[in-house]
């Protein structure tokens, strides 16, 4: 029976994935079950650990892309809103 449930947990996380949410956000929710299956001293593993690494898009600009958003500005071939 557990052996089913974890592989309920896999499809749950693969959903959860397959929205495109964060790693974090995945292992939130993950972490709910296990805490449910703790409290009722049910020992569960999975087969892969889930990442825990931020994922940033943000950088600092190097100095070429300030100069043509600079320029773009100038230009009006962007405005700011």
Excluded at 9 to 26: D, K, P
Excluded at 29 to 49: C, E, M, T
Excluded at 57 to 79: F, Q, S, V, W
Aim: aromatic fraction near 4%.
């Amino acid at each position: 029976m557990v052996l089913a449930t974890i592989g309920e947990i896999g499809a749950i996380i693969g959903n959860l994935e397959a929205e495109h949410l964060a790693s974090g956000t995945v292992s939130n929710h993950v972490k709910g079950i296990k805490a449910l299956f703790r409290i009722n001293k049910i020992d569960i593993s999975f087969p892969h650990r889930l990442p825990r690494r931020a994922i940033y898009h943000d950088h600092a600009r190097t100095p070429e892309e300030l100069t043509k958003l600079i320029d773009d500005l100038i230009y009006g071939r962007i405005r700011l809103a």
